[in-house]
């Protein structure tokens, strides 16, 4: 029993371990990932705010924990040999990185702050939304490419 506790636990972190170093050598693949993850739970989180899909409060909760590991991770997605290939990352993401981060910090910001009030309730999420909202259209508007 001890014994398979032990090895299910080296699993994961065998697995944990994959990640990070898929991370490091594709940042590219990495940020793009997490992006289109951004994406999928906030299409979810629409779908509520228009009545389209009824309240789900573990839904929403899933939808802040993936922002909030986005935003944990972004800035580290950006090295100097990531530049170029098969993204939208416009090159004011290393000219003006202060600024970037300045937006990575931001969104974090909103998305810790209206977790609360998103998971409570319609009215609460349909609040968070806007203000989370605003951050990935701002972001979006300087630091990438139109398609
Ligand atoms: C701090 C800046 C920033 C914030 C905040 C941000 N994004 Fe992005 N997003 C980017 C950048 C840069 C890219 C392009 C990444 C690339 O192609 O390398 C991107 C790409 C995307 C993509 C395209 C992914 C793909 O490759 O198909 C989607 C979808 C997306 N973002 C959704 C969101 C949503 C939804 C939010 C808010 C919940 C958000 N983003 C917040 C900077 C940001």
Known sequence: MKRSLALMLAGVVVAASAVTVMAQSDPLEARKALMKGNGREAGAMVKMVKGEAPFDAAKVNAAFDQWTETAAKFPSLFPANA??????????????????????????????????????????????????????????????KPQ
Do not use: Q
């Open 83 to 144: 530049k170029e290939g098969d993204t939208r990352a416009l090159p004011a993401i290393w000219t003006e990185r202060a600024k970037f981060e300045a937006e990575v910090a931001k969104f974090a910001k909103d998305v810790a702050d209206n977790r609360a009030k998103a998971v409570a309730n319609l009215d609460g999420l349909k609040v968070a939304i806007a203000a989370i909202g605003t951050d990935c259209g701002s972001c979006h508007e300087t630091f990438r």
